[in-house]
Every structure is written in structure tokens, then in C-alpha cells.
């Protein structure tokens, strides 16, 4: 069973980088380099326990980044002159990843209605659902309006498409969110995904 150090190597990665920045306020450039390239180091272990593979990728860009940084600062300490400002990393460095993959499950819809072929009845029961919940309903008239819908069933049904294009018709934000993206085999990980989704 392997042993989850993903918070012990987040600590450390943070400690990291508060010692760069504390080496960039005193001119050490070169320790900041050195202390960057920890980050950089650590960054690529911390990505090996990734919940699925969108925060892997992102782990590892965030690790190529402070590799850029210290070859950056590296370059300006051999020339001796005083570094121009960095260019920042990823604020969500400092701060959870949980926020960062549910921003990265969003998804850019284009399937209307038209697009998805049959599905008729199905089509016109949630057209009618979203239709009641935006109306305005004329006091004195009680009419139950569907808050939430289920799609289920087996893959390529049309599911997907068919909350794409309610997402499309209310211009609202989508998550395609897929079960690799959100189960984790360590304790908590999976509850703190869907809570920052």
C-alpha cells in the first residue's frame, strides 16, 4: 500500500518557496534558484498523487514553472544585475488545488437542440422543467416546478448532450465532471473535489 506524503510534500513545497522569495528580498539570487529548483523537484514527486489526470497536469505545469523561475533567477545571478520582476506563479501555488480542478472541469458547450438527434420526449420534459422554474407564476396559482434532474443510464445515450444544451439555453456555467476526475484512493480527497465543484 503506497503512503500518502502528498501533504508533507506540499508543506515542503511551500516552505520551499517562502525561502526563495525571503532569498529574492535580500538580492541571493542564486540560493532563490536553488530553493526554486526544490520546488521544482518536489512539485514533480507532489503531481504522483494526483487524483486523477487534469490536477496531474496541472501539478506539473505548476513544477515546470518554478523551473523556469529558477533558471530565470540562475541567469541573472551569473550576470550580476539586479533581476526584473518574475513572472508570477500559478497563485493557487500557495493556496488548494480542489478550487483549481473544479475551475478546470468546465466546459465550453456548443450542442443546442437541434443537434441531438431522437430523444424527442425527453427533450420536451426538460425543456418544460426549465421553462416552469424561470416563469413567473401569477399568485394564486400553485404549479410544482422540477428543481432538479437525474440523467442516468448507460454511456452514449446522450446525457451529456442533453445538459450541454440546457447549460447552452441558460447560458450557464457547465462541469463535465467525469469519475476519474473525482475519486481518489486517499481518505477525504474525493469529498473535498465534489465541495470545491
Known amino acids: 500500500m503506497k503512503t500518502d506524503l ?20 535580500q538580492g541571493e539570487y542564486g540560493a532563490a534558484a536553488k530553493e526554486y ?18 490536477v496531474k497536469r496541472m ?7 518554478y523551473l523556469a523561475k529558477a533558471t530565470q533567477l540562475s541567469e541573472r545571478a551569473e550576470q550580476g544585475a539586479a533581476p526584473a520582476p518574475l513572472p508570477p506563479i500559478s497563485e493557487r501555488a500557495a493556496g488548494d488545488d480542489y478550487e ?9 458547450v456548443d450542442v443546442g437542440w437541434d443537434d441531438i438527434g431522437g430523444l424527442d420526449a425527453t427533450k420536451a420534459d426538460i425543456q418544460t422543467s426549465y421553462a416552469m422554474g424561470l416563469v413567473q407564476i401569477p399568485s394564486g396559482v400553485k404549479i410544482q416546478a422540477n428543481r432538479n434532474l437525474l440523467l442516468y443510464g448507460p454511456p452514449g445515450t446522450g446525457k451529456t448532450m442533453l ?30 473535489l465534489l465541495h470545491a465543484l
Open 37 to 54: 529548483r526544490r520546488c521544482h523537484e518536489l512539485a514533480q514527486r507532489y503531481a504522483d498523487y494526483s487524483t486523477g489526470p487534469t
Open 6 to 25: 502528498s501533504g508533507v510534500l506540499f508543506s515542503a513545497i511551500q516552505e520551499a518557496e517562502r525561502a526563495a522569495k525571503h532569498h529574492i528580498a
Open 59 to 65: 501539478r506539473l505545469e505548476r513544477a515546470e514553472q
Open 100 to 108: 483549481a480542478v473544479a475551475e478546470a472541469l468546465i466546459t465550453s
Open 163 to 192: 445538459a450541454g444544451a440546457v447549460s447552452k439555453e441558460l447560458d450557464a456555467t457547465f462541469f463535465n465532471a467525469r469519475i476519474p476526475d473525482l475519486l481518489s484512493q486517499y481518505f477525504g480527497e474525493s469529498s473535498k
